[in-house]
């Protein structure tokens, strides 16, 4: 299978980071997600019953970053996409978490995760 839904830029703030200031503060990452789907059956309906709902899916997102609080993005990323692919029945993710802030002459640092295999089928959307 090779259909996917995406979501890009999804904005979210958290406390992240390893040194004390980071600590006390609130700061911004963009989420970027690739979902494995079969999009078939969504279309031949065009019911969103069979589709990954991508609007609860990023508010899901948004408040499990937004009520977590860890030293290390690559915690976050895993911990993302083991919730993703178990509340969503994803077979497959890539995820990318981007922290803008973290390298003042970057644009962002941040982690790259896949996990499942981008072949199965999602069993919740059959």
Do not use: C
Not at 36 to 52: F, G, M, P, W
Not at 66 to 81: D, K, N, V
Not at 87 to 95: D, K, P
């Amino acid at each position: 299978m090779s259909d996917k839904v995406f979501i890009n830029g999804l904005r979210a703030e958290t406390v992240i980071g390893v040194y004390d200031w980071e600590r006390k503060i609130r700061q911004p990452l963009l989420v970027d997600l690739e979902l494995a789907t079969d999009v078939a059956k969504a279309a031949e309906t065009d019911s969103i019953e069979h589709a990954l709902d991508y609007a609860t899916i990023s508010n899901r997102v948004v408040q499990e970053v937004e009520a977590s609080s860890h030293q290390l993005i690559e915690t976050l990323a895993e911990r993302l996409a083991t919730m993703i692919r178990n509340e969503f029945g994803v077979s497959w993710l890539r995820l990318r978490i981007t922290k803008p802030t973290a390298v003042s002459n970057a644009e962002g640092v941040g982690v790259i995760i896949e996990r499942g295999s981008p072949t199965a089928v999602s069993a919740t959307l059959e």
